[in-house]
């Protein structure tokens, strides 16, 4: 059964904004030059957003090969290319927010967004590392900004060990950034808990998914 959305008690207000990226965030180092930033709350009105991104994004179901077999992806996704109009102003203006601010660090700016529309619990997405493109083989960054319930983004070093992990709904930011995708593993896990839907907005430079 899916759970029913219920918005944050937190996120009261109607106004739709970024608040200051600077005030509140947080890096976290990793090991092997990778790093991890968090920003719980960037986005005001999360809750209005992602109401009209769940009505208004035209999300696709999909199936992939998995362990030779093909299977449904536990979610579903929307990718908005280079140059395609995203469904939300508030989108547009925090990917170039993103970009101003990681400019001296990763050199160039975010320039996509994929989405992924969690539906209940079930939902889900394996431990992997955005290694398609020049992600495999360098540094970039890659931007999370999560409206909707709250779910567990999970981080591991590739090839399994401790995990830290940061939960992430209603507006919250994380940036995976130095060498993350290529030394790091991350994944948003099953739950058993009634949880709400939550969509996440990934901002990636050209060439990274």
Do not use: N
Not at 84 to 110: K, N, Q, W
Request: glycine share 10%; with cysteine.
């Amino acid at each position: 059964m899916t759970a029913a959305w219920q918005a944050s008690l937190l996120d009261t207000g109607d106004d739709v904004a970024l608040h200051d990226l600077d005030a509140g965030l947080s890096r976290t180092p990793l090991s092997r030059g990778a790093w991890v930033d968090y920003r719980p709350g960037w986005l005001a009105g999360a809750d209005r957003v992602f109401d009209e991104l769940h009505h208004d994004v035209p999300w696709k179901a999909e199936r992939r090969e998995m362990y030779e077999r093909v299977v449904d992806v536990p979610r579903l996704l929307k990718f908005y290319d280079e140059g395609e109009r995203l469904p939300h102003p508030v989108l547009a203006e925090a990917r170039e927010a993103l970009s101003r601010r990681y400019a001296a660090e990763l050199g160039e700016p975010f320039v996509t967004a994929g989405m992924c529309l969690y539906r209940d619990g079930r939902d889900s997405v394996a431990w992997h590392g955005d290694r398609i493109g020049r992600s495999k083989d360098l540094d970039t960054m890659v931007a999370i900004l999560s409206v909707g319930s709250a779910r567990s983004l999970m981080l591991r070093p590739r090839g399994g060990g401790s995990s830290i992990g940061f939960s992430l709904g209603h507006g919250d930011l994380v940036v995976m950034g130095g060498s993350c995708q290529r030394t790091w593993d991350h994944c948003i896990p099953k739950t058993t808990k009634a949880v709400g839907p939550r969509i996440s907005i990934q901002f990636r430079p050209r060439g990274v998914r």
